[in-house]
């Protein structure tokens, strides 16, 4: 009996002595839960654009200026390149002032044809008179024609004198310096597009299993490594 009283005596001691300690310590409670444990693999391969195309310039002439360089993002119809347009620029003001001129002698024309066609009823004038201003006023019409013509084609060699991006993308290579001399035809970038991107690299044997189709990736490029790109 004493022996029994003895191990109840040690077991209220031990039990005391742990609500003892208990009561100067603060317990805080948290809500477990369930998250996936993501694993992260760093691979190396080769990014293959759907879209790219070299980038060359329609008229010759002197680099006057460069926009963008290597590694550029750019979108369409952004200026690329610049070159020197100074004669191309006075060869589409001389075009507009030939059309400013045919049209006043075009007006002209017409408006003395209408004075003439207004005094025939009274036969105040010959007929030949009038068919000669008809004559005239078709020919003002003609010359308007044509150099308006002359000047639409003044302001597309003036256009060619800009290089401009034709779909957005990035400027994976630059060919051309400042102040040297173009051909047409001659490749000055070569712009990558960004849709439809295709990533070809080789994944472990180990980690095949894990893969599946459509999983979110992120990658960088050589070109652009502070940037991260998204794809599936």
């Keep these: 009996m004493a022996g029994r009283t003895g191990s109840w005596a040690l077991l209220l001691w031990f039990l005391a002595g742990v609500c003892a300690a208990d009561t100067g310590v603060r317990v805080g409670l ?9 694993r992260e693999l760093r691979l190396t391969g080769t990014v293959t654009a759907q879209h790219d195309a070299s980038l060359s310039v329609a008229a010759a002439g002197l680099v ?3 926009v963008v360089d290597t590694g550029a993002q750019v979108a369409a119809g952004d200026v690329l390149l610049r070159m020197d347009a100074e004669l191309a620029q006075l060869r589409h003001a001389a075009a507009q002032a030939q059309v400013a001129q045919a049209e006043v002698r075009a007006r002209d024309a017409q408006r003395r044809l209408q004075e003439a066609q207004s005094l025939l009823p009274q036969r105040s004038i010959a007929e030949t008179t009038v ?6 006023r078709d020919a003002a019409r003609a010359t308007l024609q044509q150099v308006t013509a002359e000047a639409s084609l003044a302001q597309a060699l003036l256009a060619r004198h800009t290089l ?10 630059r060919r051309a310096e400042r102040g040297e001399w173009l051909t047409p035809g001659q490749a000055v970038f070569d712009l990558v597009g960004l849709e439809d991107l295709r990533l070809d690299f080789a994944v472990p044997e180990d980690y095949l299993a894990s893969l599946q189709e459509g999983a979110p990736m ?10 991260e790109f998204t794809g599936t």
């Excluded at 068919?131 to 005239?136: F, G, H, N, S, T």
């Design 30 to 38: 948290a809500t477990v839960e369930t998250t996936d444990i993501l």
């Design 64 to 66: 006057a200026d460069i």
């Design 218 to 227: 992120t990658f960088t490029t050589a070109a652009r490594p502070a940037q």
């Design 131 to 136: 068919r000669e201003l008809v004559a005239d």
């Design 164 to 173: 401009r991006a034709p779909f957005a993308g990035v400027i994976s290579l």
